[in-house]
């Protein structure tokens, strides 16, 4: 049997898994507006929308770039690092479990604008980041069950 890598070690589920099991991680090197919807299936449950993602596969635990976090507790955080550890802002947003939210990062040169909305709330904010490329990628923060719908990815004007 074929390990790619040791997925204990792995902080997060990296990706989208479609029913085919192929993870979406898109590599860009231009701004990009990106955006899916969300929906949490259970408590303790976190679901992120990245750009500029700096690297996929075994080495995803030392991932940076922008990190759009929305989580069961009724937070949502921006990171610059898939681990968390970096975290640029933490705001209490209302979240309801079983309820669709729609997660949107839009890049333009060194600003990222992000946005959050469903369940009757909307919230925006913008960061300033370092990595001018890298992947667009969503997941959850460990092995959770949460539903990704409508991802899209487009050059950003």
Not at 88 to 116: C, H, N, P, R
Request: hydrophobic share 45%; with cysteine.
């Amino acid at each position: 049997m074929t390990v790619w890598c040791n997925a204990a070690q792995q902080p997060v589920d990296l990706g989208m898994k479609l029913i085919s099991g192929v993870f979406v991680l898109v590599g860009t090197r231009t701004d990009v507006f990106a955006e899916v919807s969300v929906l949490l299936e259970g408590e303790g449950t976190a679901v992120f929308l990245a750009a500029r993602m700096s690297q996929g596969g075994c080495g995803v635990a030392k991932a940076t770039g922008v990190f759009l976090w929305l989580d069961s507790t009724g937070f949502y955080n921006i990171t610059t690092d898939l681990a968390g550890k970096e975290q640029v802002v933490s705001e209490k947003f209302a979240v309801s479990l079983q309820t669709w939210y729609s997660l949107v990062i839009t890049t333009q040169g060194d600003s990222v604008f992000v946005a959050i909305q469903g369940g009757g709330s909307v919230t925006s904010n913008k960061v300033t980041v370092k990595a001018q490329s890298g992947y667009v990628a969503m997941g959850t923060g460990g092995f959770y069950s949460a539903q990704f719908d409508n991802f899209a990815i487009l050059t950003a004007s």
